[in-house]
């Protein structure tokens, strides 16, 4: 069965500096990941996803993260955040062919002026 | 297009007594999910429909948790009775589909406190 470890509960970071948050997984199969993302007083939102192909994805805010299969890793960056990029985010994943999503326990962003 | 609703926002009751929470998906939503987020945790499945057949419920303890989704739309899920660890945000999602590669919508969940 699938897993996934999110090393950091919380992140500090001052305004425009980069960030990293680190998302691990364990499967023995393909998988689809995910960072969903949750501003306060709001539901998960999907950030960005990789299903296949090109192993770095995009979001529309300026996030990025990176497919790695040997490190069994999918961790999300930014190179300057913003004090609205404070928020829980999640990293997520699921098993080609099964159908659950297993979510890891969250980090807090913490954007500091 | 309206989002993933849900009610109440948040409920405070005692100990054994009976709780319902309401979720009515993303219209054409045929699956939808009813997780349980613990402080500090991530979201963990509870139970999943597609259309008003619960295809995944593994996760839900049957002895005083019960779904329905009557008429595939809407869906509440009930706790009777509630005892203290069910402390808990309740979150519904839904997607277009069932695939495990589908993005899902999520509500902002009912956060449930039981004395």
């Known amino acids: 069965a699938q897993s996934v470890t999110q090393l950091d509960s919380q992140v500090p970071v001052f305004e425009e500096a980069p960030v990293e948050l680190r998302c691990n997984y364990s499967?023995?199969?393909?998988?689809?990941l995910f960072w969903y993302v949750q501003y306060p007083n709001q539901g998960l939102q999907l950030l960005l996803k990789?299903?296949?192909?090109?192993?770095l994805v995009e979001s529309i805010n300026g996030f990025e993260a990176e497919f790695n299969k040997s490190q069994t890793s999918f961790h999300l960056r930014k190179p300057s955040v913003h004090i609205s990029d404070t928020a829980e985010y999640f990293c997520?994943?699921?098993?080609?062919?099964?159908?659950?999503?297993?979510f890891g326990a969250g980090t807090r962003l913490f954007v500091k002026a | 297009e309206a989002g993933v609703v849900q009610s109440p926002r948040y409920k405070i009751i005692e100990k054994k007594q009976p709780v319902a929470f309401w979720c009515n998906p993303i219209?054409?939503?045929?699956?939808l999910y009813w997780y349980l987020q613990n402080l500090g945790q991530g979201p963990e499945l509870l139970i999943r429909?597609?259309?008003?057949?619960?295809?995944?419920d593994s996760q839900l303890p049957k002895d005083r948790f019960s779904a329905e989704r009557l008429k595939g739309v809407d869906s509440t899920l009930k706790i009777q009775p509630a005892e203290l660890g069910d402390s808990a945000v309740y979150l519904c999602?839904?997607?277009f589909g069932g695939g495990n590669y589908n993005e899902q919508f999520f509500g902002p969940g009912t956060r449930l406190t039981v004395l």
């Open positions: 999602a839904s997607s």
């Open positions: 499967s023995s199969v393909s998988v689809y």
């Open positions: 990789y299903l296949s192909g090109s192993t």
């Open positions: 997520a994943v699921s098993e080609a062919g099964g159908f659950k999503t297993i």
């Open positions: 219209s054409g939503h045929n699956t």
């Open positions: 429909y597609e259309n008003e057949e619960a295809v995944d």
